[in-house]
């Protein structure tokens, strides 16, 4: 490993986990401590959660919170300085009609679209978010990784997506993707760095517990489920596994980090299931979009339909909402 | 436990084998979202079978199954869509008989009678089955103009339509309602008759299994006044005809439609669905799109 624990910008961790950053060796044997995750029971956890019925002011209070929560997301290759310019409208006043919705939290683009998608949210205080290092794949060399990532901090990027190197952390080099993400975090600055596991490469809840963690490690501030590009995306228990440790990283160094699901959230109902998750798995004080955001593209029509349905009494329909 | 027994060649013995039925959305055949069911009797009130009752759930589910069919269907060309009608008219002739049973348990006719009433629905699939690639001949035209311009009119389908079914006619009633809505390329969304719903039950299996894609015809069975004002307000239902709405509510859905500019057709149940039809019901589903097309440039 590269870089000593004692340069790290961030706060000294606690002995336990200082010492597990300490070498490679160490490292591995700290994720590969960790306690296995029960497969049964945490799909069973998830799916029993996804049954709590969330109605009336409840549930408006639920679409609100999630709408705030929201990373607007636009990651194609045919995007347009015109698209990200529509997409950072809707992010400023997602419902036109009612002025009273809250904005979305972030527009996450790709670096070349940061500076327009700045200049579209000026002074609203809606992040700009935007994917660096190689996305989706993270197949390139470090130095490329780096200079996306600084490009995109100089146009302006509030939040950095990154992605982890799947294929050194699935053949063990732990120490890799430690270095990897703690580079990355040196180059965002003041910029808050989210950590794509792609939790769909990964395999198994281990593997996620362990990626996770080895984020945390290396000073990610968000720990996110996918780059969208993989199927399967976000899932219930794999969005568990991730606000556990999120929450057994509160209990031993007392920061909050936070978890982003990403890719597959289309429905309101979906939403909510997340954030009865978060409260129950992590806590309610990750009810926010600080801590908390879902990345998503369709989702927000969704929740400006459910909102719709609510205050006016009756179905809303596609017709009433933007297409992108 | 012996009476229960299936004892074969005493067939007095067998215990009939009761159905619950389940409803038909977006080409698959889910419980009501409720968990409701309400009994279904035949004209005399003897029990026939258990109907899934549907909720406002259920209706939502089925306006977004049938706009998520309406651009295949709408897309395919008219031939195709009247050889897909005709192949449901195919497969109706095959349950003839299970047709006129249940015609005869729901609106107490003789069996006879019965017969004719299927016989007569089924011919009226095929005649609206007919009509898909001739109808845009009929209502179309290319318009005499002052100008350089080649001016022509198409008769495009209106989109989702939600059907409210004659509650007396169970099975040429229905049909009667429900194939101009779909030979036009529209998707419907149909409650059915309350009270007689096994003939419909009977034609979503049907549809099921014929050539149909999912989600073009979604049937609910359930309570008409329950479902129909969340149709009629529904801001992503295209139109609404109001031909089984009970007396007392068809002001308060003819006002909820007025407020997403629904077309309504207002016919009232009553009509006599065995006089031979017009393209009326056709026309009331489609809307007029004209093209100037600059010529000589």
Redesign the interface.
Known sequence: MAAAPSTSPLAPLPPALADAVRDDASLRRFLHGLPGVDQVGVEQRAAGLATRSIKKAAKMWAIDTAISMVDLTTLEGADTAGKVRSLAAKARRPDPDRPDVPRVAAVCVYPDMVATAKAGLEGTGVHVASVATAFPSGRSIMPVKLADTRHAVEQGADEIDMVIDRGAFLSGDYGAVFDEIKQVKEACGDAHLKVILETGELATYDNVRRASWLALLAGGDFIKTSTGKVSPAATLPVTHVMLQAVRDWRDLTGELRGVKPAGGIRSTKDAIKYLVAVHEVAGPEWLTADLFRFGASTLLNDLLMQRRTQLDGHYSGPDYVTVD | MSENRISLGKTETRIPVAKTYKLYIGGKFPRSESARSYPVTDSKGAFLANAAQGSRKDA?DA?SAA?KAFAGWSGATAYNRGQVLYRVAEVLEGRREQFAAEVSAAEGVGAKKAQALVDTAIDRWVWYAGWTDKIAAVLGSSNPVAGPYFSFSTPEPTGVVAVLAPQQSSLLGLISVVAPVIASGNTAVVVTSQDRPLPAITLSEVLATSDLPGGVVNLLTGRTAEIAP?LA?????NALDLTGAPEAIRGDLER?AA?TVKRVLRVRGGEDFGREPDIGRLRAYLETKTVWHPMGV
């Open positions: 939502r306006v706009r969340w307000s529904h801001a992503d239902v909820a407020g």
